[in-house]
């Protein structure tokens, strides 16, 4: 590829509305542009990092036996209605109509329309099992679409889905596609643990997430010293050791004026958080009617609600809702700074850290006052102890062995076993051998596709750009031609070089721009190519041509003759 005949599109500057390190390089090296809140248009140097990204994961999937279908974009309602997950997946699921009045939705994900398939195309049970693949655009109204292609509204995702007559031979799936998984993930150059995880919206009963490691990770992920429990912090469970204190002095009222937060409150009462009551109020599951009660969560002043853990407590809305501040009011006769259990005439869930305190103060339900010298059973009768909170750094592993450590991951894969809740809801059966019709397992995987890209560039880069996986660089060799237009030797030498590379199939950007050379090198080291190669004058006169390495910055000079070979050595290694 000839610069001047490319569409190369690079920025000097940073450009100010990108938060992470990925997002400015991904916007200055020219490889997306957003048109829209978390939509983006791949140019094309962006376009053919992606290739490779799908050329890796094609390639791995096939090798796993799935086999590639194309599903499409826009979906019929009724499907959404059959599944149940119409109403239940909230207002990420984009929604539209057509000219006469029938309704669609943009696909977040395929498992509706692939069961669709499925019940209409495998007849027997011979067919099993089936692992069908796509990777396909999907659109998510995101609350927060950030950070680039990390959280996109629209983006691109490699998403499988398996059938199978019995619950081993789903299992038997699920660890292939874990394994193919770990192969795309190492190929692709990234340093990822697969970690424990929830099934969200997508349903089912286990699985597991690949997370890169990476600051700019959204998650949370918590591995153990001790053993290979590896987690993400929604599903980590926590186990608490100490004792509860002797109940001391009897519980009495302080006035904690203008105090809102737990800190505030610990401050004028002089006390630590950790010896003050948080109190939160949720919202529980809806009945019929859509009511709910109201239901008190408790913790630990210092430490944090783990919403996704909370939201599985029986009876509690799921997602976790959070009451609002009237209804608080109305229900507490207090605002939510001043809240506390003592008196509180709804359910209250303790948890389990939060249950081994003792002589503790807590919100008196009425503005401007706490109570001190709290305890549970003498002054709170009624409660529930439950898993309530976030597992923190140095917190004993859920399996008994060893100590926790917390890091940022971002999530660029997931596997789940579904079991049977879309074949069952959908009626996708086959005959088993007594001709009884039964509802098949399934299981699916998906793959951020645009995100790995976001991902790899928060784990290779430096401070001139980015430095491309082996497996992703969008050109293997940029070649710079210095002053071509001064001097005819340089510009033969480079146009020689160019047809010769690329006659062996390698990828070339041959700069041909005549421009500064310290801009044609900021623009190579910036869009990560590996392998430069500068043609100026002067080396040329003594039959050499100068190399740099992007990764170390390492330069050498190599005859021109021995030039072709040295990069094809390069290549391979
Ligand atoms: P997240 O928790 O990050 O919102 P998810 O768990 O909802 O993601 P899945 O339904 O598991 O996502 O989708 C499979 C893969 O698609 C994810 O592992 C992730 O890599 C990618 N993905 C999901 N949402 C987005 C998004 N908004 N932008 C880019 N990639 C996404
Ligand atoms: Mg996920």
Redesign the pocket.
């Known amino acids: 590829m000839r610069t001047s005949r490319y569409l190369l599109s690079t920025l000097k500057e940073n450009p100010t509305e990108a938060a992470v390190i990925s997002h400015r390089l991904m916007l200055r090296a020219g490889l997306i542009r957003q048109i829209a809140s978390?939509i983006y248009t791949w140019l094309p140097t962006g376009l053919r990092v992606l290739h490779k990204v799908e050329r890796i994961v094609r390639e791995e999937m096939n090798r796993a036996g799935a086999i590639e279908v194309s599903m499409p974009v826009v979906q019929p309602s009724e499907l959404w209605k059959e599944s149940g997950r119409y109403d239940k997946y909230g207002p990420e699921l984009c929604r539209l109509k057509d000219r006469k009045q029938n309704e669609f939705v943009l696909g977040?994900?395929h498992e509706e329309v692939i069961t669709a398939i499925a019940r209409r195309e495998i007849k027997s049970a011979r067919q099993l099992p089936l692992n069908l693949y796509q990777i396909q655009t999907?659109f998510?109204d995101?609350i927060r679409?950030r950070f680039g292609?990390?959280?996109?509204?629209e983006?691109l995702?490699k998403?499988a889905y398996s059938f199978h007559i019995d619950h081993a031979s789903l299992e038997q799936t699920y660890q292939d596609m874990y394994d193919a998984y770990s192969r795309i993930f190492t190929r692709l150059g990234l340093d990822f643990r697969p970690v424990e995880a929830d099934t969200?919206?997508?349903g089912g009963n286990h699985s597991h997430?690949?997370q890169v490691l990476a600051d700019a990770g959204?998650?949370t992920i918590v591995f153990s010293d001790g053993s290979d429990y590896a987690a993400n912090i929604e599903m980590a469970e926590t186990i608490e050791v100490g004792e509860r204190p002797a109940v001391g002095a009897a519980c009495s009222k302080a006035a904690t004026p203008g105090c809102h937060t737990v800190d505030e409150a610990a401050q004028a009462l002089g006390l630590d958080a950790n010896q003050v009551l948080k109190s939160l109020i949720v919202r529980g599951e809806r009945d019929e009617n859509g009511k709910y009660e109201l239901i008190m969560c408790c913790l630990k002043g210092n430490q944090e609600l783990n919403e996704v853990k909370a939201g599985k407590v029986k009876g509690l809305s799921n997602p976790l809702e959070f009451a609002t501040d009237e209804e608080i009011s109305a229900f507490c006769g207090s605002h939510p700074g001043s809240l506390g259990p003592v008196g509180f005439k709804g359910r209250i869930l303790v948890d389990r850290a939060a249950d081994k305190m003792g002589n503790f103060a807590c919100g008196a339900n009425e503005d401007g006052y706490h109570l001190i010298n709290v305890n549970w059973d003498r002054d709170v009768p009624h409660y529930e102890v439950c898993d309530l909170r976030n597992v923190e750094e140095g917190d004993l592993s859920p399996d008994g062995k060893g100590h926790l450590h917390l890091r940022k991951g971002?999530?660029?894969?997931?596997v789940?076993m579904l079991g049977t809740k879309y074949s069952q809801a959908m009626n996708a059966v086959v005959m088993d051998e007594n001709g009884k019709s039964i509802p098949m397992e399934m299981g699916c995987y998906?793959?951020?596709v645009?995100?790995?890209i976001a991902a790899a560039i928060e784990q290779h880069h430096d401070e001139r750009g980015i430095i491309w996986p082996k497996s992703m660089t969008p050109f293997d060799v940029s070649i710079i031609a210095i002053k071509p237009g001064r001097c005819p030797a340089v510009h033969q030498a480079a146009e020689d070089l160019y047809a010769k590379l690329e006659a062996l199939g390698i990828e070339v950007l041959y700069d041909d721009r005549d421009e500064r050379p310290g801009v044609m090198f900021a623009d190579a080291e910036l869009i990560g190519i590996p392998h430069i190669i500068t043609i100026g004058e002067k080396s040329l006169a003594n039959g050499e041509l100068e190399y740099k390495d992007r990764r170390t910055g390492i330069k050498e000079n190599v005859a021109i003759a021995d030039m072709v070979a040295f990069i094809q050595q390069k290549l391979q290694a």
């Open positions: 978390g977040p994900t999907k998510r995101e679409p292609v990390m959280r996109g509204r983006f995702m998403d969200g919206a997508i997430e690949f959204e998650d971002i999530e660029v894969g997931q789940f998906g793959i951020g645009t995100r790995v």
